[in-house]
């Protein structure tokens, strides 16, 4: 699976983003996906989180407290895209963003992902 972040960018505080995650070899409308992010010298952390209910509609969302109620995690079956809204952006949500599957052990191989600076 190639996973390939992009939308990344310097925002001021209170400013949106909005990433994209594009997956080959893969379907978001299968497992459960999620948005990480790692700041420098934290370990890397688990923000986002999408199950697809699949043809059924449905799914759901799971988010982390520090971002609960500023950030939105949609997929795009068709385009095969996952997508993080992010609004109200804080300078503690500098990072680089990643995406990948949510499961234990953590996935082993990333992509690149994209970095995330938001100024005071």
């Known amino acids: 699976v190639q996973l390939v972040e992009s939308g990344g960018g310097l925002v001021q505080a209170g400013g949106s983003l909005r990433l994209s995650c594009a997956a080959s070899?893969?379907?978001?409308?299968?497992?459960?996906w999620g948005w990480y992010r790692q700041a420098p010298g934290k370990q890397r952390e688990l923000v986002a989180a999408?199950?697809?209910?699949?043809?059924?509609?449905?799914?759901?969302?799971n988010y982390a407290e520090s971002v609960k109620g500023r950030f939105t995690i949609s997929t795009d079956n068709a385009k095969n895209t996952m997508y993080l809204q992010m609004n109200s952006l804080k300078p503690e949500d500098t990072a680089v963003y990643y995406c990948?599957?949510?499961?234990?052990?953590?996935?082993?191989?990333w992509g690149r992902g994209t970095q995330v600076t938001v100024s005071s």
């Open positions: 990948n599957v949510v499961r234990i052990p953590i996935p082993s191989s």
């Open positions: 070899g893969s379907t978001f409308s299968v497992n459960t």
């Open positions: 999408i199950t697809s209910g699949g043809t059924s509609g449905g799914g759901s969302t």
